[in-house]
């Protein structure tokens, strides 16, 4: 078997075991076990991929495996992993894991839960390896449908409304994503030998004219579950009834897949059609952008605010990928990671406070540092690596995102830039107002000195997310450039 | 020559912060200060012997000092030729701030042991004043501009971790709220230079971009915009950036609040070295600041801060808080720092003002924590902040008496104290320069010495209030480091700065200027006089003085109403018209929209559904009046 295929069978083997468990206490040692593989595959996969790479392998993509799946359409099962897949792959093995331990306690069909999440993560590890993309939607269908049932069953207020919400407006994106890539397996060859495989479809030249008509259908396919403004409606309903574990999940990897796909597909396969249409996107995701983080300010429920937050963070990763250079591209992927590690970081801490305080508004909490600590302090420096302090990840990749947009020299680029860097005093505004009223100040209620003290699997839960925050905080240096030479085939297309 | 152990001196405190910062539960509070105390001593001796080492040791190299990088490694890439590196830079300035930093540093390390003694976040306490010191360590050791953002970034949110240090204290939180919110509102500038520089000079290394034969100063110009050249731009943003963190009006309204920390840390952070960085970025940054544009950005330098200065002044005598009064005279002494270095030149003694700013940053910190540290004092003796609980306290505390009359008398000039050398370098580089900043910066040293008495002797002397507690002179811990301090009021005068430290790096002789020096000391005693007057004992002058001037004094005393300005900008203008209609927009029109367009979708299906009733009468008669219409389409159509 080979390196990559095994992501997807070590998840299948899981969710096999997972149907022979009895109650709680299995389900959750069989997940934890599953993800622990699967965490520590992701961690051996760096080391594989470097020693690859050390071995003077230059291909686009490395671990390549092919197999013919259906002929007649020329179907195959093709996988493979650049170093952009890899961490990728480490990010969502790691949100699964610590998503594991967050779910410890969950009462309600256990094993239904945990197979539904494992499910999930089979969806977006497929998803990152696929290069063939009809394998590639199939992936992201698996992924996005689990959804549906876990915001459903296990969500909390208005749980149906969300999830159909969220449902219906992923699927209607995939339904232009399904057209996107019918159009480009229709012009992957001009004499009938058409192939869905990535990598020869960017061997032939599509005709410009295509390009104009399918990039912006294949970007908004994706970008809608990066939360483009204004497809962004789904999640901060969506985040708010989905339980906590899944919020993880969705917000923290699911939401990356919009900006992957974006750059393996759109940007990689239909160049001319991104250089003609980024001014128009660009300005859709500069007002994401500002646009998702001054609504944040005004938001009273922890959720919500997050969920903004994100809308305002994927809007940079989306921004960066349409400032089209090596740099702000790099500060794209950077920020995937970043986000999805702070983000799943956060909604952790907001579902701890609030199995806790049965509450999630931030006007009736306060003066939290004195009751949970651990998980006070934690949320104030989650809060700071969102803000993008420097020696956190979100740092790293707004200044990498900013730097490179700024090499654009016309005058357009240069004003959605600087309207972009806004979003450093905006995010302080909102994450200063909510640390402010949630955990400083007062204590609010006396019955909030009863709150247990944070358990070991909530500990372990919040460590996994926070030590790769630092990580890429401290020593970018590594990361960038794995990332950078990853970049550098996908770039040369621009030119 | 080898530097490279100075690397260790920002590790250091680094170091200590993650030992505290992880374990601050389970440290016993005696182990903890000590820790921190030890840490920070061996950070200080590392210091002054590297400025040994440096200024005594290597000296001079073909008649200027020469630049050393002590170590530097790349942090990340971003392009092949930019990338951000982490490094140590040794120049006469950045040495002179490493002397600052660690002295005042240890000093208020030291000082906390006794004045903290028994607060609950003691370890807490410690850590964040280590994690302050690496940060502002770093900053000034910076190789490259970004560096110097990253931590200053770190100053920053030390500051408010610092502030906000009485965390469940509502005032307190805001205040730190404030702080933050404010600087990085300036950052914006900051970092938007920084962008520019990327692209124009493509390059973040200070000693590419000051190096004045290099490309960027004399290719000149280069790409313009708006009749300045974009390099111009970049200094002015990134003197924005400064302006916020040294509190320059208008971004100077977080200062005053910050007293909301403990004392100590007023002394450290916001006296005497965390402020002072905007002052610092320029200086580091002075040849492009001097010879891009002509000088261009360094005469709104000098504009900037003598109106702060003035401003500050002013304010500082009408406040009864007496940490706040300190507060405004910091931003009053930082805006003199400013204006010297907007009116100095480059060449030898042409760079009178670059020196005399140094100078002053160098005195100044020391009297100014010493102010601080004494206030902290009395302030530990009578649980007030105000004036009002405060009189006849010189017999009480004898040290702090005498310590603080030290410290008052140089800020005020007064003869053979730093503050009047450094004063006077001050003075006679905006003379040189301009009249009318001359005039404005020797009316301020007549107002700081008022407002300055004003507060000495209504803490020690005028009318003894009744007191709950009979005042005692703090422990040791806390009169050690006033005494040191007192006598680092006085001592460093008599170093002549100008052998080594020069705008061009070569050195000058500067001399006192007798006309002006001795105009100013007249100025600064007649402030002194009318302080004595109006509150050497209690009377009814002060009040008087203040019904004469009315409207003025209220405006005064209000700061001018500046708060209330932003106040209604952000409250009312940003957050609840701005921000609370894109919140409803969202909610309203976009997600209402989307709900709108699956309401329809259900609506019409709802509608067309009734065709599929399943009734074989229906669909016959739908059939063949489809039948009709084709065949009345083709007939049409032919």
Redesign the interface.
């Known amino acids: 078997m080979d390196i990559l295929s095994l992501f997807i069978v070590a998840p299948i083997i899981t969710v096999a075991a997972l149907l022979f468990a009895k109650n709680l206490k299995q389900s959750r040692v069989i997940s934890l076990i599953g993800s622990l593989v699967q965490f520590a595959m992701a961690i051996n996969l760096i080391f594989a991929y470097l020693a690859e790479r050390a071995t003077g392998n230059t291909a686009i993509m490395v671990f390549t495996k092919s197999a013919v799946w259906f002929k007649s359409l020329n179907i195959r099962y093709d996988v493979g992993a650049d170093g952009i897949t890899v961490f990728m792959i480490v990010l969502a093995s790691i949100v699964v894991l610590a998503g594991v331990f967050i779910s410890w306690k969950i009462k309600d069909l256990p094993k239904e839960f945990f197979i539904s999440l494992i499910v999930l993560a089979t969806g977006v590890y497929g998803f990152f390896i696929s290069l063939d993309l009809f394998l590639l939607f199939l992936f992201f269908e698996v992924a996005v449908i689990p959804m549906y049932l876990l915001i459903g069953i296990w969500g909390s207020g208005p749980k149906e409304k969300s999830a159909m919400k969220l449902t219906i407006m992923l699927m209607g994106a995939s339904a232009l994503l399904l057209v996107g890539i019918l159009g480009l397996y229709f012009y992957s060859s001009p004499d009938g030998a058409y192939t869905f495989n990535i990598l020869e479809i960017a061997k032939v030249n599509i005709p410009a004219q295509v390009q104009h008509y399918l990039f912006p259908v294949v970007f908004i396919g994706f970008a809608v579950i990066g939360a483009l403004f204004p497809f962004h409606t789904w999640s901060p309903s969506g985040h708010a009834s989905a339980p906590t574990a899944v919020s993880m999940l969705h917000a923290g990897v699911l939401m990356k897949l919009g900006g992957y796909g974006v750059f393996r597909v759109a940007m990689y396969l239909l160049p001319i059609g991104a250089m003609e249409w980024s001014w128009f996107f660009i300005i859709l995701s500069v007002i994401g952008v500002v646009y998702g983080a001054l609504a944040a300010i005004k938001q009273t429920d922890l959720k919500y605010i997050n969920a903004y937050s994100s809308v305002s963070h994927l809007g940079l990763v989306l921004f960066a990928l349409l400032m089209l250079n090596k740099t702000s591209w790099n500060g794209a992927i950077l920020q995937s990671l970043s986000h999805g590690f702070m983000t799943a970081l956060f909604f952790a801490l907001i579902g701890m406070i609030y199995e806790r305080s049965h509450t999630r508004d931030v006007r009736e909490l306060g003066g939290l540092l004195k009751v949970i600590p651990f998980i006070s302090v934690i949320y104030v420096i989650a809060g700071l690596a969102s803000l993008g302090l420097p020696g956190f990840s979100g740092f790293v990749a707004e200044m990498t995102i900013f730097v490179g947009a700024f090499q654009n020299v016309d005058m357009f680029h240069r004003v959605a830039t600087i309207l972009g860097v806004t979003v450093i005093v905006i995010t302080a505004v909102y994450i200063l107002r909510a640390v402010g009223m949630m955990l400083m100040g007062p204590v609010k209620k006396e019955e909030y000195y009863n709150f247990p003290k944070a358990t070991w699997y909530e500990k372990t839960g919040i460590f996994l997310l926070l030590i790769p925050i630092i990580i890429i905080g401290t020593t970018p240096l590594w990361i960038s450039d794995i990332i950078m030479d990853s970049i550098k085939p996908f770039i040369e297309r621009m030119l | 020559m080898n530097f490279s152990y100075t690397l260790f001196i920002p590790l250091i405190p680094l170091f200590v912060f993650l030992f505290l910062g992880i374990l601050h539960t389970k440290l016993k509070p005696k182990l903890a200060g000590t820790i921190g105390v030890l840490g920070l001593s061996t950070s200080t001796l590392l210091s002054y012997y590297t400025a040994y080492k440096y200024f005594f040791e290597v000296g001079k190299v073909d008649g200027v000092y020469q630049t050393f990088i002590g170590a530097k490694t ?6 092949e030729l ?1 990338h951000i590196d982490m490094g140590v830079l040794l120049d006469p300035i950045s040495i002179m701030m490493l002397v600052v930093v660690s002295t005042i540093s240890l000093m208020v390390h030291i000082y906390s042991l006794g004045y903290m003694k028994g607060e609950a976040g003691f370890n807490r306490y410690y850590a964040f004043l280590s994690l302050f010191t690496f940060s502002m360590y770093g900053l000034v050791i910076a190789t490259n501009i ?1 560096q110097m953002y ?2 200053w ?2 100053v920053g ?1 030390s500051s408010f971790l610092l502030i ?1 240090y009485y ?2 204290k ?1 005032s307190a ?2 205040a ?2 404030k702080a ?2 404010v600087t ?2 300036a ?2 500038g900051f ?2 230079g920084i ?2 520089l ?2 124009y000079a493509g390059t973040f290394d200070f000693q590419i971009l000051n190096n004045p034969q290099g490309a960027i100063i004399s290719n000149g110009i280069g790409a313009s915009f708006m009749g300045l050249s974009v390099i111009t731009w970049a200094l002015i943003l990134m003197f924005v950036g400064g302006a916020g963190k040294s509190a320059m009006f208008p971004l100077h309204i977080w200062l005053p609040d910050a007293m909301e920390g403990p004392t100590p840390v007023s002394a450290l952070i916001h006296a005497a070295t965390m402020v002072v960085a905007g002052v610092y970025l320029v200086a580091r940054m002075f040849p492009l600041y001097y010879f891009i544009d002509g000088g261009f950005v360094l005469q709104i330098v000098a504009y900037v801060g003598a109106f702060t200065s003035l401003f500050a002044a002013i304010i500082a005598c009408t406040q009864n808080d007496i940490k706040r009064v300190l507060a405004f005279s910091t931003m009053s002494q930082i805006g003199y720092m400013m204006l010297a270095l907007g009116v100095s030149g480059y060449d030898g003694h042409e760079g009178l003002g670059y020196m005399a700013s140094m100078f002053h940053l160098f005195t100044h910190a020391m009297f100014k924590a010493l102010l601080f540290l004494g206030a902290g004092s009395v302030i530990h003796a009578v649980h007030s902040n105000l004036m009002k609980d405060m009189g006849g306290l010189r017999k009480y505390m004898p040290i702090t008496n005498i310590t603080f009359f030290i410290a008052a008398l140089s800020i005020s000039g007064f003869p053979f104290t730093s503050g009047f050398f450094s004063k006077d370098e001050i003075l006679s580089a905006a003379f040189e320069n301009s009249k009318l900043i001359y005039f404005v910066g020797l009316f301020v040293a007549g107002l700081t010495a008022f407002y300055m008495f004003r507060i000495y002797f209504s803490i020690f002397w005028g009318k003894e209030k009744t007191y709950k507690h009979t005042p005692h002179e703090s422990p040791l811990s806390m009169t050690i480091p006033l005494i040191l301090l007192a006598i680092l009021s006085i001592a460093p005068g008599y170093i002549h700065f100008s052998d080594f430290i020069s705008a061009d790096r070569g050195g000058f002789e500067a001399h006192l200027n007798y006309p002006l020096a001795i105009t100013a000391v007249v100025t600064g005693l007649i402030g002194i006089l009318v302080a004595y007057v109006f509150y050497k004992k209690e009377n009814n002058i002060p009040e008087k003085v203040s019904k004469t001037f009315g409207a003025i004094y209220t405006w005064t005393y209000h700061k001018f109403y500046i708060d209330e300005l932003y106040l209604f900008v952000t409250k009312k203008i ?2 609840n018209i ?3 209609s ?2 409803w927009f ?1 909610k309203k029109v ?2 209402d929209s ?2 709108g367009i ?1 309401d329809a979708t259900i609506n019409s299906s709802e509608k067309i559904k009734k065709l599929q009733s399943g009734k074989f009468q229906d669909y016959a008669t739908w059939f063949i009046l489809g039948a009709i219409a084709l065949v009345l389409y083709f007939l049409y159509k032919n």
């Open positions: 790349t942090w990340i890439n971003f392009t930019l970004f990253i931590f970034e770190l949110v906000g965390y469940d509502p939180v805001a730190a709220k933050f919110i990085r509102f950052d914006l970092l938007i962008l520019i990327s692209y940003i957050f701005v921000s609370a894109f919140a969202d976009i997600d989307m709900i699956g």
